[in-house]
C-alpha cells in the first residue's frame, strides 16, 4: 500500500472544509441574491460596493489595517527583547517563564478577552485600584487602546515563540565568532544575532498580523462597539444583515490583501537570509 | 623562526564544569611566533584550554599573561586574538567577501590606514578591500568572493574561515580542530599550507587537534594532554623518541608496552629475560613500563633472536607489514617491510636504545595503553 493513502483523510477533511468553502466564498461573491430568492450573476458589483457607500468599508478596512500593524509592531517591540532573555543562558533553566508565556494560549481566546473586560471596565480591576487610591476614574474600555491591548495581549505569545526557537537554536559559535573578530555586545546583536534571527521575525509578524487584522470580538468586547472592524463587518453580513454576498465579497478582498501580504514577507524573508527556519 | 620571547604564559590555570574538573593546574608559556599543538584524546581539556586563551571561558585559578599583562577578565573582542572554531562558524547571512571582511569593518579607520590623517570612507573602503583580496588570495579564494558561504564545500569554507581569523593580522590564531571535517587528502594538504602561512605571516598558532599526525607534522612544539593534565612538552621528534610515560608512548605513534622491573641501571626484566637498555637512574628493582615501538623490533632467525616466537595476524598498510608475534607471552606488534607469513616461527630482537623506560603512571589515565596488551 502507498503511504500516500495515509493522507486520505486529511484530503477528505480539505476538500469538504477547505475547498468547498473558498469556491462558495468566491461564488457568493460575485452574485447578488434577488428577492425571489433566486441568485444572479453580477460580476464584481460586490467588490465594487465595498469601495463605495461613501467610503465607509474603506475607513474600516484602513482602521483594521493601522490597529493590526500597530499591534504587530507593539508585539515584535515587546516580544522580541523577552524571546531573547528566555533564549539566554541564564533563563534557559528556569522552564517557568517559558510556561506563563504559553499559559495564556492554552486558554480559549474569548475567555481571556472577557477577563480582559473585567479587568478594563467602569467598575473593573483596574478602575477600583485607581478610585482606592483617590484618583479619578479612568475611561478605559470602549477606547481604541483597549481594543489593542486586547490584540497586543492576545497574540503576544505568536511573536515570542517563533523568534525564541530561531534564537535557542542560534549555533553560540557564531557569536563567539563575532565576539572573537571583534564585536563588541551591541555590534554582535545588530551585525549577527538580529540578521539572523529574521526568519523567525518574518514568522512572528505572520503569525501576529494576519489574525489580527481580521479580527472580530475584541474589538466589539473591549472597544464596546464603537471600533467596527473588518472582521465585525464580515461577521455583521453574514451573522444580522443577511447578506452573505457582499460578506463573501469581503472576505475574498481580505484574503487577497492577506495573500499579497504573506507573499511580501516571504520574499523579504528569502532575500535576507538562505533558508527559512522560522517556522515552529 | 621561533622567537625566544615569551607571548602567552598560562600560570595555574584550573577549571571545573560542574563537579568535573578539566583543567589542573596547567603550566605553559608560548613563545612569539610558535606553532604549538595542543594533542590530546577528546575530553582532554584541550579545546577548554583554547577557549580560555580566546576569551570564551574564564579559568577559575590561575592567571592568563598575553605579552606582559594579564588577560583575567578581558572579553574576546578586545583580545588580540582570533579563533578558526571547529566547525567554522561562517555568517550565513553574508556571502564571502562580507565574512572576510567583518573584522576590518570593525576597526577603526586609523587602525587601518596608519600613515593617513582623517582618512575617508573610500579610503577605508578600499584598504578593506585591497586586505580581503590578498588574503582571499592566500587562501585561494578569490574566485568565489560573492559566493554565499552554505554553497561552498567543507573544504573551501575552512578556507573562509581562516581567512576571516588571519585578515586582522593577529598576534595569535586559535584553531579548534580546524581540519577535522575534511578528508584525509585535503587534511595534508591544508595541513602543509597552514604551516606554510604560519611561517610566511610571523603568527604565533596555538592548535587544537587529537590526530597524533596532524601535530607531528605542523608543530614547532607539542603539548600532550591526558585528564585535564600536561604529560609532556617537546617537539615532535623529541617527544616520539623519549616519550615520558606509556600515555604518551601509546598515544603518539604505536607502542608495544609491557610491565617490567628495573633490575639496576641499564638492565630491565620483562617477558621473561633481562633486555639490555640505555636508561639509568631508577630505584633498583623498581617497577617500571617498558615501550618499544613496532618499527623498532626486528624480525631474525628463530634461533638468534632474543624472543622465540610465531606469527599470528599480518596486516598489509601500504608501506610496511604491521604482524602481531607472539612471543614470551606477550602479543608484539612489530612493522616490517618484509613479510612473515602466519604460522612461520621466528626471532624478536631489539637494540639497547630502543627500548625505553618509563616510571608508571600515579594513576590509571591510559586506558588506550591497556589495549594492546
Redesign the interface.
Known amino acids: 500500500m502507498k503511504r500516500s493513502y495515509f493522507s486520505a483523510p486529511y484530503a477528505v477533511w480539505m476538500v469538504v472544509f477547505t475547498i468547498f468553502p473558498i469556491v462558495f466564498v468566491g461564488l457568493y461573491a460575485i452574485t447578488t441574491r434577488r428577492a425571489d430568492g433566486n441568485d444572479l450573476y453580477t460580476g464584481l458589483a460586490n467588490i465594487g460596493n465595498i469601495f463605495g457607500n461613501e467610503g465607509t468599508y474603506m475607513k474600516v478596512l484602513w482602521r483594521s489595517l493601522s490597529l493590526a500593524l500597530q499591534c504587530t509592531a507593539i508585539c515584535l517591540l515587546l516580544g522580541y527583547p523577552c524571546a531573547y532573555f528566555l533564549a539566554s543562558k541564564d533563563f534557559a533553566k528556569h522552564k517557568t517563564l517559558y510556561v506563563l508565556i504559553l499559559l495564556p494560549m492554552w486558554m480559549n481566546f474569548l475567555l481571556r478577552t472577557y477577563a480582559s473586560m473585567g479587568l478594563l471596565e467602569r467598575n473593573g480591576v483596574i478602575n477600583s485600584i485607581v478610585t482606592a487610591l483617590g484618583f479619578k476614574r479612568l475611561e478605559l474600555i470602549g477606547t481604541q487602546g483597549a481594543v489593542l491591548y486586547g490584540m497586543v495581549y492576545n497574540y503576544l505569545p505568536f511573536m515570542i515563540l517563533p523568534i525564541h526557537t530561531v534564537l535557542k537554536k542560534m549555533d553560540q559559535r557564531v557569536i563567539e565568532a563575532a565576539q572573537d573578530l571583534g564585536a563588541n555586545p551591541v555590534r554582535v546583536f545588530y551585525k549577527v544575532t538580529l540578521p539572523l534571527s529574521i526568519p523567525g521575525i518574518i514568522s512572528g509578524i505572520t503569525m501576529v498580523f494576519m489574525p489580527s487584522v481580521t479580527t472580530f470580538a475584541i474589538s466589539g468586547l473591549l472597544g464596546s462597539g464603537n471600533f467596527m472592524l473588518i472582521g465585525d463587518v464580515i461577521e455583521t453580513q453574514f451573522m444580522s444583515a443577511n447578506n452573505w454576498n457582499f460578506g463573501s465579497a469581503l472576505s475574498l478582498f481580505m484574503t487577497v490583501l492577506i495573500l499579497i501580504s504573506i507573499g511580501l514577507l516571504n520574499r523579504m524573508d528569502k532575500s535576507k537570509t538562505g533558508n527559512g527556519g522560522g517556522k515552529w | 623562526m621561533v622567537e625566544d620571547t615569551r607571548l602567552i604564559e598560562l600560570k595555574g590555570i584550573s577549571k571545573s564544569f560542574g563537579t568535573t574538573q578539566v583543567l589542573k593546574n596547567i603550566d605553559l608559556y608560548i613563545r612569539r611566533k610558535e606553532f604549538v599543538t595542543l594533542l590530546g584524546p577528546s575530553g582532554c581539556g584541550k579545546t577548554t584550554m583554547l577557549r580560555i586563551i ?3 571561558e574564564t579559568q577559575d585559578e590561575g592567571k592568563l599573561i598575553f605579552d606582559g599583562k594579564d588577560l583575567s577578565g578581558v ?3 578586545k583580545r588580540r ?3 578558526v ?3 567554522y ?5 553574508m556571502n564571502v567577501y562580507d565574512n572576510v571582511a ?2 576590518l569593518k ?2 577603526k579607520p586609523e587602525e587601518l590606514l596608519s600613515g593617513v590623517s582623517n582618512p575617508t570612507r573610500k579610503q577605508v573602503k578600499e584598504e578593506i578591500n585591497r586586505r580581503v583580496t590578498r588574503m582571499l588570495k592566500l587562501v585561494k579564494m578569490d574566485a568565489y568572493a560573492k559566493r ?1 558561504v ?1 554553497s561552498l564545500s567543507g573544504g573551501q569554507q575552512q578556507r573562509i574561515a581562516i581567512a ?2 588571519l585578515v ?1 593580522e593577529p598576534e595569535v590564531l586559535l584553531l579548534d580542530e580546524p581540519l577535522g571535517a575534511l578528508d584525509l587528502k585535503l587534511r595534508r594538504e591544508m595541513q602543509l599550507e597552514l604551516k606554510t602561512m604560519q611561517q610566511q605571516l610571523g603568527i604565533t598558532f596555538i592548535y587544537v587537534t587529537h590526530d597524533q599526525e596532524e601535530a607531528l607534522t605542523m608543530s614547532d612544539t607539542i603539548v600532550v594532554m591526558n585528564g585535564g593534565e600536561i604529560q609532556q612538552i617537546g617537539d615532535g621528534k623529541s617527544i616520539y623518541d623519549e616519550p615520558k610515560n606509556a600515555f604518551v608512548a601509546n598515544f603518539i605513534g604505536d607502542s608495544n608496552i609491557l610491565d617490567a622491573v628495573m633490575v639496576q641501571d641499564y638492565e630491565v626484566f620483562a617477558a621473561g629475560r633481562s633486555f639490555e637498555c640505555v636508561d639509568e637512574g631508577f630505584a633498583p628493582n623498581e617497577p617500571v613500563d617498558m615501550v618499544v615501538r613496532p618499527e623498532d623490533i626486528m624480525i631474525v632467525g628463530e634461533d638468534v633472536g632474543m624472543l622465540p616466537g610465531e606469527v599470528k595476524s599480518v596486516l598489509f598498510k601500504g608501506v610496511h607489514y604491521e604482524m602481531f608475534v607472539e612471543a614470551a607471552g606477550f602479543n608484539w606488534k612489530v612493522h616490517s617491510t618484509s613479510m612473515y607469513p602466519v604460522g612461520s616461527r621466528v626471532g624478536l630482537s631489539v637494540v639497547p636504545s630502543n627500548i625505553h623506560i618509563m616510571h608508571k603512571m600515579k594513576e590509571q589515565t591510559a586506558p588506550a595503553a591497556e589495549e594492546s596488551k
Open positions: 580566546g576569551g570564551f572579553p574576546p573582542y586574538v582570533n579563533t572554531f571547529q566547525k562558524a561562517l555568517f550565513t547571512h567583518f573584522g570593525l576597526k554565499s552554505d576571516r581569523a586582522n
